[in-house]
């Protein structure tokens, strides 16, 4: 069992590495953090011992044995795609290749499962992650000297075209300014999902960073717009703050639509639906747990928050209409309303690394400029975050419940505000 403790500030850990000797590990935590450094060093530990069995273990090292390591060695390191990896390589590369040896696999065992893939109508995108994830692994593996070489190659014209296998889907997955407006004013709607969905549709923010922003991330003393700093994400699966997707800090213009609404949340709503006034240190939208909201159970929300107000929920044959769907209106609406999209592209994403692009520097005003030409209103009959006759009533009976049995966690979207 690894032990955990502080030299300073910081929380190290004992583990027992491959020759079985006790060494010592920094975690990347700090005192006060003792729970996530435990899992941490849990976590870290299972990779060691992975490893030393695959020293010590008789027999052949299998592909199936190996991708385990592999992915333990991911999910401790905190690389953001070990999930969706795992997924790729259990579901889709391990029934064909598990039970061969690391060391024999060749292109041609690698040819036969994409075109197994292929035959099954796997869709195209999922073909290419499956193949991208299993030559990761090898590379690695022939790092460790576990193979010769990386035998995760095809020819040209094996592996499929980088399309949707639903054509139609991201056409309908947008919406009108007329549900967006709904979506953030109608008092049908929950308030603090309101929020969540302005945050989405006006400030262009993926799910992860809405639900870790804090208030000391909103500077609404900027001019001539406030300010959002997204320097972190939300982590659903890990249940962790991480670094965002890209591992920068970018700085959103807050929209005066969405600037009207921050302002109500924290003067009129928050306190109430929380028990207290919030410090900077709280998250602007919380679960009633205080703690980050977990992405699928906002997603179970949303289609329930489009059925209640009468809107289309699928957006195609294979998925709904989402939350990262508000995302991309935001991008698409500001360029539709004469928003530069060169300009709009370091809003939503890091600035590009061409040499070109290193010589845009521009300025706050600027970025203000282009994201206040969205033409949005958060209103309802002329009031911002208006509630329902009975939304008192609902909002008592969902504290009760919150406060006895939390399912899911932190949520229940099925309460309308």
């Known amino acids: 069992m690894a032990s955990i403790y502080a030299r300073g500030k910081r929380l190290?850990?004992?583990?027992?590495?491959?020759?079985?000797?006790?060494?010592?590990?920094?975690?990347?935590?700090?005192?006060?953090?003792?729970?996530e450094a435990t899992k941490y060093a849990e976590l870290a530990q299972k990779v060691l011992d992975r490893r030393r069995a695959?020293?010590?273990?008789?027999?052949?090292?299998?592909?199936?044995?190996y991708a385990d390591y592999w992915l333990e060695d991911r999910r401790t390191r905190g690389v953001g795609s070990a999930g969706n990896e795992e997924a790729h390589l259990k579901k889709h590369a391990l029934p064909h290749l598990g039970s061969l040896r690391l060391d024999e696999v060749n292109p041609v065992h690698v040819r036969d499962m994409v075109r197994v893939l292929r035959k099954n109508e796997i869709a195209p995108r999922?073909?290419?992650?499956?193949?991208?994830t299993l030559h990761?692994?090898?590379?690695?593996a022939e790092i460790e000297g576990?193979?010769?070489?990386?035998?995760?190659k095809v020819k040209k014209g094996e592996l499929p075209?980088?399309?949707?296998?639903?054509?139609?889907?991201?056409?309908?997955?947008?919406?009108?300014?007329?549900?967006?407006?709904?979506?953030?004013?109608?008092?049908?709607?929950?308030?603090?999902?309101?929020?969540?969905?302005?945050?989405?549709?006006?400030?262009?923010?993926?799910?992860?960073?809405?639900?870790?922003?804090r208030w000391r991330h909103y500077d609404r003393e900027m001019e001539p717009l406030g300010r959002l700093i997204v320097a972190v994400a939300y982590n659903s699966d890990r249940r962790v703050e991480k670094s965002t997707k890209t591992g920068t800090t970018r700085y959103v213009p807050a929209h005066p639509a969405l600037a009207k609404i921050l302002a109500v949340w924290k003067i009129s709503h928050w306190a109430r639906i929380y028990g207290r006034a919030p410090t900077s240190d709280d998250f602007i939208v919380p679960a009633?747990?205080?703690?980050?909201?977990?992405?699928?159970?906002?997603?179970?929300?949303?289609?329930?928050?489009?059925?209640?107000?009468?809107?289309?929920?699928?957006?195609g044959k294979h998925r709904s209409r989402g939350g990262h769907d508000l995302r991309a209106w935001?991008?698409?609406?500001?360029?539709?309303?004469?928003?530069?999209?060169?300009?709009?592209?370091?809003?939503?994403?890091?600035?590009?690394?061409?040499?070109?692009?290193?010589?845009?520097?521009?300025?706050?005003?600027?970025?203000?400029?282009?994201?206040?030409?969205?033409?949005i209103s958060a209103e309802s009959r002329g009031q911002v975050l208006e509630l329902s006759t009975d939304f008192s009533t609902a909002e008592q009976r969902a504290r009760n419940r919150w406060r006895k049995v939390v399912t899911p966690p932190g949520l229940e979207p099925g309460i309308a505000a």
């Open 12 to 35: 190290w850990c004992s583990l027992k590495n491959e020759r079985g000797e006790w060494i010592c590990k920094r975690t990347p935590y700090f005192v006060g953090n003792e729970r």
């Open 54 to 65: 695959t020293v010590i273990a008789d027999g052949p090292l299998t592909v199936s044995a």
């Open 126 to 132: 999922t073909v290419l992650h499956v193949f991208g």
């Open 136 to 140: 990761n692994m090898f590379e690695n």
């Open 146 to 152: 576990k193979v010769p070489r990386n035998p995760v």
């Open 161 to 213: 075209a980088k399309v949707d296998k639903d054509p139609e889907w991201r056409a309908n997955a947008t919406f009108t300014v007329a549900e967006v407006e709904r979506l953030i004013s109608d008092a049908r709607i929950p308030v603090e999902r309101r929020v969540l969905y302005a945050l989405k549709a006006i400030a262009g923010l993926r799910h992860g960073e809405a639900a870790a922003l």
């Open 288 to 315: 009633r747990t205080m703690r980050p909201l977990n992405k699928s159970d906002m997603a179970h929300a949303m289609k329930e928050d489009l059925a209640e107000l009468g809107l289309r929920i699928e957006a």
């Open 330 to 375: 935001f991008k698409t609406r500001a360029v539709e309303d004469g928003a530069d999209s060169v300009i709009l592209r370091r809003v939503t994403h890091a600035p590009p690394k061409d040499v070109e692009s290193g010589y845009l520097r521009f300025s706050w005003a600027v970025y203000c400029r282009e994201v206040a030409k969205i033409r």
